[in-house]
């Protein structure tokens, strides 16, 4: 059984930050891909930011600059720096990882977590 706990949301004020982590726990063989959504109220689930197992990262253009996505292999965790925060990144963000176990490679989604950024 794998599980994904997010931690690291809350309040900040406009211009503050925050850096979320996503631990994977089970019996874990190794991670690939990870990323990042967020899910503003009324509004799809929209990626945030992406790496690949190598390290790779790509960013969605609003938050190029801003935020930074890295990922510790060691302890299956991966991590979103979010700097300068702004009003429109209030969402609930959540967490996707490709984790391998020995039943194979699956997709799995963390819980969510809140972002409230005020002006």
């Known amino acids: 059984q794998v599980q994904l706990v997010e931690s690291g949301g809350g309040l900040v004020q406009a211009g503050g930050n925050l850096r979320l982590a996503c631990a994977a726990s089970?019996?874990?063989?190794?991670?690939?891909?990870a990323g990042w959504y967020r899910q503003a109220p009324g509004k799809q689930r929209e990626l945030v930011a992406l790496?690949?197992?190598?390290?790779?990262?790509m960013y969605q253009d609003s938050v190029k600059g801003r935020f930074t996505i890295s990922r510790d292999n060691t302890k299956n965790t991966v991590f979103l720096q979010m700097n300068s925060l702004k009003p429109e990144d209030t969402a609930d963000y959540y967490c996707?990882?490709?984790?391998?176990?020995?039943?194979?490679?699956?997709?799995?989604w963390g819980q969510g977590i809140q972002v409230t950024v005020s002006s």
């Open positions: 996707n990882m490709d984790i391998v176990t020995m039943g194979g490679r699956r997709n799995y």
């Open positions: 089970g019996s874990i063989v190794g991670t690939k891909a």
């Open positions: 790496i690949q197992g190598g390290g790779g990262t």
